[in-house]
């Protein structure tokens, strides 16, 4: 592997030092001996980084195209990336950026790549929900989820242009971003295409009408007979992508995003797959049930499950049940809806869509 490629740029900045590439790994070591867990996971991240033995990068998918995988990147195409994003959003070196998102996932660590790569400064903080609340000085760019960026309106005015990604963002959250002098993107994006591959300006002044999703550079695209986007980025992808997002093709380069071709639940910017975690607790319950999302204001999507029962059972009973299969906070359903009977498709399997949409009509939660 070229060692142009890890090179870091001289005008790279860490939390406000500067640093060679020498130099860096010792601050790898130390983040991972000596620093808070998002600092471990950064470490790591730069030493995979600098190793010249490396020439991908290990990543886990997020669920886009598929069930969530192992895969490997190569840094030449995370270069082209992040090379991709200077050129959209014009960002110079010497360029001022904030971490507030974790670096074992693709999108922190390309902010991390970015910064090597174009010499911009860049600090870290820890992640969290109200992201910006520790911030008491101005930056040039910055990527938050949209919870994150629900949670941190009151000082979004730090932030000159800031991409949002992870999660579609819901219409309260942009009537709340209509007069704010930062420039505010939507992303699209996924870690096979290394993030972000299309973005549209969310709370520009000048028009009402949403924007479609509009391609970086050298990235085009089209759709298969189910209007699912296939993604074509020759310097990016090793051959063109088939996704299971339905989108209305406006022309090779713009896109409008419609919704998942699937059922994978999107709370927060987390990806929850339903039948995988069905499986993890379906030996706590002897009736039926199943888990799906509804729609959230604040997380976009929210984990609910319903549960077939001709009798009422007592909510504390099935919240034990749940706690006992060692379900994460996100695992955890938000609510319950109990309906005394599933409908059922032709071949006997429960239809999802069909018993969510009369149990919300005439439902109990517990």
Same mark, same amino acid.
């Given at each position: 592997?070229?060692?142009?490629?890890?090179?870091?740029?001289?005008?790279?900045?860490?939390?406000?030092?500067?640093?060679?590439?020498?130099?860096?790994?010792?601050?790898?070591?130390?983040?991972?001996?000596e620093?808070?867990?998002?600092?471990?996971?950064?470490?790591?991240?730069?030493?995979?980084?600098?190793?010249?033995?490396?020439?991908?990068?290990?990543?886990?998918?997020?669920?886009?195209?598929?069930a969530?995988?192992?895969?490997?990147?190569?840094?030449?195409?995370?270069?082209?990336?992040a090379?991709?994003?200077?050129?959209?959003?014009?960002?110079?070196?010497? #360029?001022?950026?904030?971490?507030?998102?974790?670096?074992?996932?693709?999108a922190?660590?390309?902010?991390?790549v970015?910064?090597?790569?174009?010499?911009?400064?860049?600090?870290?903080?820890?992640?969290?929900?109200?992201?910006?609340?520790?911030?008491?000085?101005?930056?040039?760019?910055?990527?938050?989820?949209?919870?994150?960026?629900?949670?941190?309106?009151?000082?979004?005015?730090?932030?000159?242009?800031?991409?949002?990604?992870?999660?579609?963002?819901?219409?309260?959250?942009?009537?709340?971003?209509?007069?704010?002098?930062?420039?505010?993107?939507? #992303?699209y994006?996924?870690?096979?295409?290394?993030?972000h591959?299309?973005?549209?300006?969310?709370?520009?002044?000048k028009?009402?009408?949403?924007?479609?999703?509009?391609?970086?550079?050298?990235?085009?695209?089209? #759709?298969?007979?189910?209007?699912?986007?296939?993604?074509?980025?020759?310097?990016?992808?090793?051959?063109?992508?088939?996704?299971?997002?339905?989108?209305?093709?406006?022309?090779?380069?713009?896109?409008?995003?419609?919704?998942?071709?699937?059922?994978?639940?999107?709370?927060?910017?987390?990806?929850?797959?339903?039948?995988?975690?069905?499986?993890?607790?379906?030996?706590?319950?002897?009736?039926?049930?199943?888990? #799906?999302?509804?729609?959230?204001?604040?997380?976009?999507q929210?984990?609910?499950?319903l549960?077939?029962?001709?009798?009422?059972?007592?909510?504390?009973?099935?919240?034990?049940?749940?706690?006992?299969?060692?379900l994460?906070?996100?695992?955890?359903?938000?609510?319950?809806?109990?309906?005394?009977?599933?409908?059922?498709?032709r071949?006997?399997?429960?239809?999802?869509?069909l018993?969510?949409?009369?149990?919300?009509?005439?439902?109990?939660?517990?």
């Open positions: 592997m070229s060692k142009n490629i890890i090179q870091v740029h001289p005008h790279f900045k860490l939390n406000g030092n500067h640093f060679t590439t020498k130099e860096l790994y010792s601050v790898a070591y130390s983040f991972i001996k620093g808070e867990d998002y600092e471990e996971l950064i470490g790591n991240f730069l030493l995979d980084w600098l190793n010249e033995s490396y020439d991908k990068i290990k990543l886990r998918t997020s669920g886009t195209t598929g969530p995988k192992p895969i490997f990147i190569e840094k030449v195409k995370m270069k082209a990336s090379l991709a994003t200077q050129k959209r959003f014009k960002l110079p070196s010497k #360029t001022k950026v904030l971490l507030c998102i974790p670096a074992n996932y693709v922190g660590r390309m902010m991390l970015r910064a090597m790569v174009l010499g911009w400064e860049i600090d870290t903080v820890k992640p969290q929900s109200r992201a910006l609340d520790d911030i008491n000085k101005t930056y040039d760019f910055c990527a938050l989820t949209p919870h994150q960026l629900a949670n941190s309106l009151h000082q979004i005015h730090l932030i000159r242009k800031l991409i949002v990604g992870g999660a579609p963002v819901n219409n309260s959250l942009l009537n709340k971003l209509k007069n704010i002098p930062t420039k505010v993107y939507e #992303t994006g996924m870690t096979e295409t290394v993030t591959i299309a973005t549209r300006r969310i709370n520009s002044l028009k009402t009408k949403d924007k479609p999703f509009k391609a970086i550079s050298e990235v085009s695209f089209s #759709t298969n007979n189910k209007h699912c986007l296939v993604i074509n980025a020759p310097k990016i992808l090793n051959e063109p992508i088939l996704t299971k997002d339905v989108v209305e093709l406006v022309d090779e380069t713009k896109f409008f995003w419609k919704g998942r071709l699937d059922n994978v639940i999107n709370s927060g910017g987390v990806k929850i797959h339903p039948e995988a975690l069905e499986k993890k607790i379906q030996s706590q319950f002897d009736f039926p049930f199943f888990l #799906t999302g509804i729609k959230d204001q604040e997380l976009g929210k984990l609910i499950m549960v077939e029962s001709e009798n009422k059972i007592p909510k504390e009973k099935l919240y034990k049940q749940l706690d006992l299969a060692g994460s906070k996100l695992e955890l359903p938000k609510e319950i809806i109990q309906t005394k009977a599933f409908n059922k498709t071949t006997g399997k429960i239809d999802r869509k018993t969510l949409n009369q149990a919300m009509n005439d439902h109990t939660i517990v």
